[in-house]
């Protein structure tokens, strides 16, 4: 068959356009892909960062990994990170037979940072590392999207970056697996909560207990069952998980990245894999002047202060002078200046505990006291509470979203199978 010279022309302009249509359209989903960066405590006293970090890695095609940053205040440091790596790396020449744009072992370890090792002082901040430098070079990005950052431990990282740079305020979107962390960071969390209260933040402190609590869930889908059906002995990473909880599923800081792979992350109001959450203009809280008593009553989730009076030293402010136990952990408190000492301290959920106080200082030592918290949070409003903005938000209260004690929590477990079973489809990847 013969075409003239003109239809020829057409034919290829033809063709080359369908080819740019493509290359656009792959490009745009490329594009389209949220930009991710995890702060994690792996390696520290709960291993359910690993477990997490395994999930994360297998659908990490889904994601601009911008950053994966060590911030643990106890035996973790980036090399729990390159461990986890490391069994992916095993891993992918099946996991890309479906996912052939999964990033690369060696991109990975070069965005792995050291954050802090340490918890904040009462001011909220200490000195940058690299992991809070790294946050606000990610943050500073050309883009037309935001940086999800995803904390799945303190918080240190994100107030020492804010402080640094607070230009990245509006440029990012935090999503914090809160409770037992708020109690660790409560330093921190107080300093973002005062100095940033513009921030746009999801502070799940209940929340995410939908991940592992299944109590409701059918026989089939049981923490322990799912890793005996669909996990174990399953690729490298299969074979490594049951060295986390005997390999039951937890994974409390997954839900972080959930919200952003289903649902509308742009709305927290809205039904997600990660939760559905609230719009807070307050987070509680309560400053006793001396001791407190059974008889008060806080908010659980909220931030509680103890103010003493002592001397007045020639020491610099957020000097260690005392310590508080709660609980059989110790707090310590910190020098405000012109003889006031001060602690903080958040209860991870509803619980009436007893404190005391020890110090060289005679003032400061042998006080003793209790207190109550309660749900929901953030309670009612009171005169100490942080004032916050237009995009902050909290475990939702509706007491029929509960799970025991545990606000909010129905708004992921009802996701379970959903969640669970579309994970299961990754790991038969390994499996063949």
């Known amino acids: 068959m013969f075409l003239s010279p003109t239809k020829i022309t057409t034919f290829i302009c033809a063709l080359y356009s369908v080819f740019c249509f493509l290359g656009c359209a792959q490009s745009s989903s490329e594009i389209t892909k949220p930009?991710?960066?995890?702060?994690?405590?792996?390696?520290?006293?709960?291993?359910?960062?690993?477990?997490?970090?395994?999930?994360?890695?297998?659908?990490?095609?889904?994601?601009?990994?911008?950053?994966?940053?060590?911030?643990?205040?106890?035996?973790?440091?980036?090399?729990?990170?390159?461990?986890?790596?490391?069994?992916?790396?095993?891993?992918l020449p099946k996991l890309r037979a479906h996912a052939p744009d999964l990033p690369n072992p060696d991109a990975l370890r070069a965005l792995t940072k050291q954050g802090t090792t340490k918890e904040?002082?009462?001011?909220?901040?200490?000195?940058?590392?690299?992991?809070?430098?790294?946050?606000?070079?990610?943050?500073?990005?050309?883009?037309?999207?935001?940086?999800?950052?995803?904390?799945?431990?303190?918080?240190?990282?994100?107030?020492?970056?804010?402080?640094?740079a607070p230009e990245i305020e509006d440029k990012i979107r935090v999503y914090w697996i809160g409770g037992p962390n708020k109690k660790w960071g409560?330093?921190?969390?107080?300093?973002?909560?005062?100095?940033?209260?513009?921030?746009?933040?999801?502070?799940?402190?209940?929340?995410?207990?939908?991940?592992?609590?299944?109590?409701?869930?059918?026989?089939?889908?049981?923490?322990?069952?799912?890793?005996?059906?669909?996990?174990?002995?399953?690729?490298?990473?299969?074979?490594?998980?049951?060295?986390?909880?005997?390999?039951?599923?937890?994974?409390?800081?997954?839900?972080?990245?959930?919200?952003?792979?289903?649902?509308?992350?742009?709305?927290?109001?809205?039904?997600?894999?990660?939760?559905?959450f609230v719009k807070i203009n307050h987070s509680s809280r309560t400053i006793f002047q001396g001791n407190s008593s059974i008889a008060d009553t806080v908010v659980a989730y909220g931030i509680q202060e103890w103010?003493?009076?002592?001397?007045?030293?020639?020491?610099?402010?957020?000097?260690?002078?005392?310590?508080?136990?709660?609980?059989?952990?110790?707090?310590?408190?910190?020098?405000?200046?012109?003889?006031?000492?001060?602690?903080?301290?958040?209860?991870?959920?509803?619980e009436a505990a007893s404190y005391k106080t020890s110090s060289a200082i005679p003032e400061l030592d042998g006080h003793t006291g209790q207190y109550v918290s309660i749900k929901p949070w953030p309670g009612k409003k009171d005169k100490d509470d942080y004032v916050l903005g237009e995009n902050w938000y909290g475990d939702l209260p509706d007491e029929a979203l509960f799970l025991k004690d545990q606000q909010g929590a129905k708004t992921i477990s009802r996701h379970r199978e959903a969640f669970l079973m579309d994970w299961a489809k990754r790991w038969a990847w390994l499996n063949n």
């Open 35 to 91: 930009r991710i960066l995890i702060s994690t405590d792996i390696g520290g006293t709960d291993p359910d960062d690993n477990q997490s970090m395994i999930h994360l890695l297998m659908y990490a095609n889904e994601f601009q990994i911008e950053g994966l940053v060590s911030t643990s205040f106890q035996t973790g440091t980036t090399d729990n990170i390159f461990e986890m790596i490391d069994l992916y790396e095993k891993d």
């Open 120 to 164: 904040a002082p009462y001011k909220g901040y200490r000195e940058s590392s690299e992991g809070s430098d790294w946050i606000i070079k990610c943050a500073k990005k050309q883009s037309d999207q935001p940086l999800w950052v995803l904390v799945w431990g303190g918080i240190e990282d994100v107030a020492q970056a804010l402080h640094d």
């Open 186 to 276: 409560a330093n921190a969390y107080a300093y973002i909560a005062e100095k940033h209260p513009n921030l746009w933040m999801i502070e799940n402190n209940a929340t995410y207990r939908g991940w592992f609590m299944d109590s409701e869930s059918p026989k089939d889908l049981k923490a322990k069952v799912f890793f005996e059906n669909y996990i174990k002995n399953v690729g490298h990473m299969g074979t490594d998980f049951i060295n986390y909880y005997e390999g039951r599923i937890k994974m409390g800081d997954t839900p972080s990245l959930a919200y952003v792979m289903n649902g509308n992350p742009d709305d927290p109001t809205t039904e997600s894999w990660g939760g559905e």
């Open 307 to 350: 103010h003493f009076k002592g001397p007045e030293l020639d020491i610099p402010q957020d000097s260690v002078c005392f310590t508080m136990e709660i609980s059989k952990q110790v707090w310590p408190g910190y020098y405000l200046g012109k003889g006031v000492y001060a602690t903080r301290y958040s209860s991870k959920k509803p």
